[in-house]
């Protein structure tokens, strides 16, 4: 965007002189128009005054879940497997873990992670497994994460059979008693029409 000098005072309280000044230093740039007007780049003022903040380089994001506080030693076992993995490749690492039922449509730290992404700050998502990151809807999530050009790691491809089964009735009990408060919930404000 170019910018008159009299609309840089406006935006920014510099004074054309000052802005002549910086030209004459060779810190500043004007465009000249086919009448021979100044023209500033908003991009270069910006700059100029610090106000363009540096975007932080994208990281990688190392992303742990268990089901139920039952589970707190895997967490902890799940994030060392995954910290190990990120350090034996030299990469520079945050990590993100929760405890929330893989069927959780309010899971805060996974929308922090879908977030980090959307402002393309992560440059790779590194799980244990793929129901690490979603019970149901892996595949979207996968698809959301690469259409943004960031890599989906998974480090194992399956869990054990155990363990799968037992979270996955956890998670099935979770999905009906959500449902069943829903139900009886919206039911328990309801007049009877015979009242």
Do not use: C
């Not at 244990?128 to 990151?133: A, M």
Request: glycine share 8%; proline share 2%.
């Amino acid at each position: 965007m170019l910018l008159t000098a009299q609309k840089v005072r406006e935006l920014y309280g510099i004074h054309r002189n000052t802005l002549l000044n910086w030209e004459k230093q060779g810190i500043l740039k004007s465009l000249r128009t086919p009448g021979g007007k100044r023209r500033y780049r908003k991009e270069d003022i910006e700059k100029l005054l610090g106000m363009l903040e540096e975007k932080p380089k994208p990281k990688v994001v190392l992303y742990a879940r268990v089901s139920t506080k039952k589970q707190e030693e895997y967490l902890k076992n799940q994030i060392r497997r995954l910290e190990d993995f990120a350090k034996s490749k030299g990469w520079n690492y945050e990590v993100i873990s929760e405890i929330a039922s893989g069927v959780n449509e309010n899971r805060r730290q996974l929308k922090k992670l879908l977030n980090m992404v959307k402002r393309g700050e992560v440059e790779k998502v590194v799980i244990e497994y793929p129901d690490r990151l979603a019970r149901f809807g892996y595949e979207y999530l996968k698809f959301f994460f690469e259409s943004l050009g960031v890599e989906l790691i998974v480090l194992n491809g399956e869990e054990n059979e155990e363990d799968r089964t037992k979270e996955l009735a956890e998670d099935l009990i979770a999905i009906v008693t959500s449902f069943a408060a829903r139900v009886y919930g919206s039911r328990g404000g309801k007049k009877s029409a015979k009242s």
